[in-house]
């Protein structure tokens, strides 16, 4: 189960935060920093919560904690930022999507882990709400 | 009635309602003996990725738009429901950390049946109106449980409100006085072991919801000094569409006077979150000066009944966030099959 590991990562899971370099890069997710390098070099940083759809498969063969999902969507989102970052797609259907149709992150349940289910929440991505 | 010293009001609301509906038709089609007349049109289901604790972030982070506030202002964020996904660890500290406040806050859980969310409104009136706070995220979210079969099945949907208490001075809505009506009525509970409610069929009407809404509303007006007439809307608990649009009538209230606020017909019994999303329609449309009469109902048994003014700052704040309506109206009809797998109704 990994209580630690599980409660190490809420912050890229729940809120997208990566990090900033002074120089303008920005990775995802946040790593500690390397030998040498200034624990100040990255600086934490949200990434922007909506984008356009970059590319997109459909999975139909699932390991087993997919399996009330028999459609797995997966897309690659293009984030108002700039970033790009991998992410299951909820809400739709295969039939709906579009390359670069506008997106959106939601908070999801990513699934149960260990015998006394631990519940994993993050990211996904699903079509921009149209009000 | 209870007025706190520092005028408080709803500087943020927010609404979060699944995509997947499920028709009453297709559940009396699996269930019914005959086509008798359905309680409403359909329901809301939560999709396979979907609990009280998602849905809850989602009304949180569209009541904090429309706060116009950081969320790190925060001073409590508590949810209230009969769905939490866990039985002991609280949906209250996930959510207030996916949406990023302070680690400085209350976050706790609050548990009435129905009427889950309205306490911890009630709750962040005090807090805010006592000056130990400035801003409350109060949330009502269930995914409520139905026995197959049963008539609750029917209504028994999935939802979130989420409403921000704060000073009257930045409301959007200013609450002027609340009531609360509690009894020890046995209409409908669930065991902790239980996987569905036991409820008293006819015995959930007259002696529960009918006489606590009622009590609770008509004590509100009379405490005020005004009638139904001095209100341009009306929000029951909505557990279908025939129990609000009964007791609205029995308070005074027009079948106009509810209707902006009635959403039972398309998504069906939100539990915690019917009352407060209903709430949140009408903000949706309402004008400064507007007059809100809103009665939550939770079985067991009470009613917390409020009544609210509209401010100038409501027009201006409502399209900060997606409106009630953009979440109707992205609706996937489902089959009971599927229904019935994302529920876990299918027993290996």
């Known amino acids: 189960m990994n209580l630690p590991k599980q409660w190490r990562l809420k912050g890229q899971r729940y809120r997208l935060e990566g990090q900033r370099h002074s120089d303008g890069r920005v990775r995802f997710p946040a790593q500690p920093a390397k030998l040498g390098e200034p624990q100040d070099a990255w600086q934490p940083y949200q990434l922007a919560n909506t984008g356009e759809l970059f590319s997109w498969t459909a999975q139909r063969s699932n390991r087993s904690e997919f399996d009330h999902e028999p459609i797995v969507i997966v897309g690659i989102i293009k984030l108002a930022d700039g970033c790009l970052i991998t992410a299951q797609l909820t809400d739709c259907e295969p039939s709906e999507l579009q390359i670069g149709m506008a997106v959106e992150a939601v908070t999801r349940s990513w699934g149960k882990v260990g015998e006394d289910d631990l519940l994993v929440y993050g990211y996904k991505f699903r079509p921009q709400l149209i009000d | ?348």
Request: hydrophobic share 45%; glycine share 10%.
């Open chain 2, 1 to 348: 009635m209870r007025q706190p010293e520092r005028p408080v009001g709803i500087v943020g609301y927010g609404a979060y309602v699944p995509r997947y509906r499920i028709a009453a038709q297709e559940i009396a089609r699996v269930w019914a003996a005959s086509e008798g007349a359905l309680p409403i049109t359909s329901k809301s289901v939560p999709g396979p990725d979907e609990d009280t604790i998602t849905m809850a972030i989602e009304a949180g982070r569209n009541a904090l738009k429309r706060a116009q506030i950081a969320p790190q202002q925060l001073a409590a964020v508590w949810v209230g429901s009969e769905s939490h996904p866990y039985s002991v660890k609280p949906s209250g500290t996930i959510v207030a950390e996916a949406l990023g406040t302070s680690r400085w806050i209350s976050a706790a859980d609050w548990e009435f049946a129905c009427k889950a969310g309205t306490e911890a409104l009630s709750a962040g009136m005090g807090l805010v109106g006592s000056g130990m706070a400035d801003y409350v995220l109060a949330i009502g979210a269930d995914t409520a449980q139905g026995r197959p079969g049963d008539a609750l099945e029917y209504t028994a949907a999935a939802a979130a409100g989420a409403l921000i208490v704060g000073p009257a001075q930045q409301a959007l809505a200013t609450i002027e006085a609340t009531v609360s009506y509690v009894s020890d009525t046995p209409d409908f509970f669930r065991r902790a072991d239980r996987p569905y409610p036991m409820h008293g069929n006819r015995f959930t009407g007259e002696p529960a919801y009918f006489h606590h809404v009622s009590t609770a509303a008509k004590q509100l007006l009379a405490e005020l000094g005004r009638t139904a007439a001095d209100y341009h809307y009306a929000v029951f608990h909505q557990p279908n569409v025939k129990f609000p649009q009964t007791v609205a009538k029995q308070v005074g209230f027009t079948p106009e006077q509810c209707q902006a606020g009635l959403l039972a017909g398309e998504i069906g019994n939100s539990y915690s979150a019917a009352s407060m999303i209903g709430l949140c329609a009408v903000l949706d449309v309402a004008q400064a000066g507007d007059r809100i009469l809103l009665a939550s109902y939770g079985s067991g048994a009470g009613s917390d009944a409020y009544s609210l003014v509209v401010t100038e700052a409501l027009v201006a704040a409502r399209n900060l966030a997606p409106r009630t309506s953009a979440y109707l109206k992205r609706r996937q009809l489902i089959d009971y099959a599927t229904y019935a797998k994302w529920r876990g109704k299918i027993v290996e």
